[in-house]
Nanobody, 116 residues
Framework: VQLAESGGGLVQAGGSLRLSCAASGSTFNINAMGWYRQAPGKQRELVATCTSGSTSTNCANSRKGRFTISRDNAKNTMYLQMDSLKPEDTAVYYC??????????WGQGTQVTVSS
């Protein structure tokens, strides 16, 4: 699976950004997709994830109320809508996909910078 992120950039505190992650290749065996982020000097942390069952897609946000993850299975694209951004949200955001065998694919990362 190949993943391509887009949508990062510089925004003022309180602003919004929408990240996209387009998947290509063997997308039929993706079980979960989500977002991690890594700030300078910090460990990578999970932001949100969507899992796919046989009849439903469940998404969970670790920052409810400000970040919303969604997935368009028809387009093999995942989104992360980020509102009310804070300077501490500054990080490189990575999308990932987990296949049915537990293997992970990663995007190249997109920089999000929130100025105060």
């Amino acid at each position: 699976v190949q993943l391509a992120e887009s949508g990062g950039g510089l925004v003022q505190a309180g602003g919004s950004l929408r990240l996209s992650c387009a998947a290509s290749g063997s997308t039929f065996n993706i079980n979960a997709m989500g977002w991690y982020r890594q700030a300078p000097g910090k460990q990578r942390e999970l932001v949100a994830t969507c899992t796919s069952g046989s009849t439903s897609t469940n998404c969970a946000n670790s920052r409810k109320g400000r970040f919303t993850i969604s997935r368009d299975n028809a387009k093999n694209t995942m989104y992360l809508q980020m509102d009310s951004l804070k300077p501490e949200d500054t990080a490189v955001y990575y999308c990932y996909a987990e296949d049915e065998w537990g293997g992970y694919s990663w995007g190249q990362g997109t920089q999000v910078t929130v100025s105060s």
